[in-house]
């Protein structure tokens, strides 16, 4: 089991930034995919960022250069910086990890969410 917390929400103005934090513990591996997600109201969740197993990373074009992902190297914590912030940004995120422990890969875990809201 993986348990993952993310900290870092809030309230910030239009063209300002936050950066989001995600503490992951438990039976964490060096081999992993580690993502954040957001859900706006009444929509969807969706990808945000993704750091894959051989460190590319990807990012939708709502993103793409505003926001960075970042992770140390045991995986045992990711960050999401958002710069330049909309209004349209606001949702709930979320962290995401999946880890490779040298056989199969684990399932999806997923943290409680935290709440970002952009003011106009």
């Known amino acids: 089991q993986v348990q993952l917390v993310e900290s870092g929400g809030g309230l910030v103005q239009a063209g300002g930034s936050l950066r989001l934090s995600c503490a992951a513990s438990?039976?964490?591996?060096?081999?992993?995919?580690m993502s954040w997600y957001r859900q706006p109201p009444g929509e969807q969740r969706e990808l945000v960022a993704r750091?894959?197993?051989?460190?590319?990373?990807n990012y939708p074009a709502s993103v793409e250069g505003r926001f960075t992902i970042s992770t140390d190297n045991a995986k045992t914590a990711m960050y999401l910086e958002m710069n330049s912030l909309k209004p349209e940004d606001t949702a709930v995120y979320y962290c995401s990890s999946r880890y490779f422990d040298g056989r199969n890969w684990g399932p999806d875990y997923w943290g409680q969410g935290t709440q970002v809201t952009v003011s106009s």
């Open positions: 750091i894959n197993v051989d460190g590319s990373i």
């Open positions: 438990g039976s964490i591996t060096s081999i992993a995919v």
